[in-house]
C-alpha cells in the first residue's frame, strides 16, 4: 500500500500519530536503545491476577443458554450440510449411471 492509497482522513492521522511529517513523507521511528523493561514472574502473576479480577465473567445461567444456543446451531448446520450431501450423492449417482 503507498501513501497514494490513502485518504485525507488517514493522512492527517498518520501525521497526528508521527509516522508523516508535514509535506506528506513517512518518517522512521526512532529505535530504541537496549532492551525494554521487564518484570520478574512474581510480579507478572500479580499483574495477571489483578488484570482477571476485571473481567465480567458470564454467569451460569447465560453459560448454559449460549450453550445451548452453539449445541441448537451445529445441528441445524450439521443436518442442512448432511441434507446437500445426500441431495448431491443422489445427483451424482443418477448422472453417472
Known amino acids: 500500500m503507498s501513501l497514494d492509497d ?3 482522513e488517514q493522512k492527517r492521522q498518520m501525521r497526528r500519530m508521527g ?3 508535514e509535506k506528506g513523507a513517512p518518517v522512521r521511528a526512532p529505535r530504541t536503545a537496549g532492551r ?3 518484570v520478574g514472574p512474581r510480579q507478572y502473576l500479580r499483574e495477571v491476577r489483578d488484570e482477571m ?3 465480567a465473567w ?3 445461567p447465560e453459560i ?3 450453550s445451548i444456543i452453539v ?3 451445529m445441528a441445524v448446520y450439521t443436518a442442512y450440510i448432511g441434507g446437500l450431501d445426500y441431495v448431491f450423492s443422489l445427483l451424482s449417482g ?3 449411471k
Do not use: F
Open 71 to 73: 449445541t441448537v446451531t
Open 58 to 60: 458470564p454467569r451460569k
Open 6 to 8: 490513502l485518504n485525507r
Open 53 to 55: 479480577r476485571k473481567v
Open 94 to 96: 443418477w448422472l453417472y
Open 64 to 66: 448454559i443458554r449460549y
Open 36 to 38: 525494554s523493561e521487564r
Open 19 to 21: 509516522t508523516l511529517d
